[in-house]
């Protein structure tokens, strides 16, 4: 390993480091280099040792705490966090690699969602649009239930209306009858506008409650979207 | 040498290098200086050098030298003003330490 091939494996290695830090380290190195002369290029780069520890020393004095770890000893400097990396017996094929294990995570989930997708589409897609059907038809009944409530009470007072016209027609042929006729007609004529009242009331009180519920229930994939 | 040594003591040696140099003084030679004292492997002292400039106690420049820009420490006033606490406590400390071995080895 020359100079050159030193610098361009430690330029590698900073890679992660801040810009203004990297080029700093690179600039004192290229001093030393250049200070130390061509005749010692090969015993600066043993005494450095690797590239790997020269820049886990830089990147352990930019955490800052980095200089509790270090002593001095007998045989000089040593920091007992990089003893292990020292000597990496496959260090020499190191390369930029460090970033692909999530790539290769992500690719996996997105074939994963695909092929569940894929496999589940012939279930998943008949089974919703069933349910959502029967949903719809469940509302739409509920509205049918309380429009037929209405529209019973309506044919009452018709009903009711129509005895009593007929009552009328009655009273000169046959009084007792026609006077019956009457008295039910107006009964029923009464009922039916109170019950037509009432289920129009009914339908005003229910309808938006029930339109309320459908947003609510349409709304709700949405909102745990978001949440989610 | 069988004493360990802290990061503080290395500080304080590397501030007292540069300080002797008043125009400043560049990586190689801190690093040859300091090794004259203490056996320090040359990749030690970059990290070093860098925290004390931005800590403000070295300032930097560069300067024309054999056709290249060379870089440049000097100790600033607040660098001064924390050698000589370094100064301060290592006379204390190593007074006592030498009045313990000494007064044990009369004993």
């Known amino acids: ?15 992660d480091v801040p810009v203004e830090e990297r080029r700093e380290a690179m600039k004192y190195y290229n001093d030393y280099f250049d200070d130390a002369g061509e005749e010692n290029e ?28 270090g002593e001095f000893s007998e045989t000089g400097y040593t920091d007992t966090r990089f003893e292990q990396k020292d000597v990496p017996a496959g260090r020499e094929g190191y390369t930029y690699g460090g970033q692909e294990p999530p790539r290769t995570n992500r690719t996996l989930k997105i074939i994963l969602i695909i092929a569940i997708i894929i496999v589940g589409a012939p279930v998943v897609i008949p089974v919703s649009i069933g349910i959502t059907l029967a949903v719809v038809a469940c509302v739409f009944a509920l509205f049918l239930i309380f429009i037929a409530l209405v529209i019973a009470s309506i044919a009452v007072v018709i009903a009711g209306i129509s005895l009593f016209c007929i009552g009328i027609g009655n009273l000169v042929p046959a009084l007792a009858v026609g006077l019956a006729l009457v008295g039910t007609g107006l009964l029923l004529a009464v009922i ?37 | 040498m069988v004493f360990n040594t802290g990061a503080a003591l290395l500080d304080a040696i590397v501030l007292a290098v540069v300080s002797r140099e008043k125009e400043g003084t560049y990586g190689y030679k801190i690093t040859q200086d300091v090794r004259q004292a203490i056996d320090v492997s040359e990749s030690t002292l970059y990290p070093v050098l860098r925290r004390l400039q931005k800590d403000e106690c070295l300032e930097v420049y560069d300067q024309q030298f054999d056709g290249r820009n060379r870089r440049y420490y000097k100790v600033t006033e607040k660098g001064m003003a924390q050698l000589n606490l370094y100064r301060g406590e290592w006379k204390n400390y190593s007074n006592k330490i030498s009045e313990l071995f000494e007064g044990g080895a009369t004993a």
């Open chain 1, 1 to 15: 390993m020359n100079r050159i091939d030193y610098m361009t494996e430690l330029a590698a290695l900073l890679q």
């Open chain 1, 42 to 69: 090969q015993r600066v780069i043993e005494e450095l040792g690797g590239p790997e520890k020269v820049a886990a020393t830089i990147k352990a004095g930019l955490n800052g705490g980095g200089d509790a770890e």
């Open chain 1, 192 to 228: 039916g506008t109170i019950a037509t009242v009432g289920t129009v009331r009914l339908c005003i009180i229910v309808f938006p409650g029930i339109i309320r519920g459908i947003v609510w229930i349409l709304r709700r994939p949405f909102q745990g979207r978001a949440v989610a």
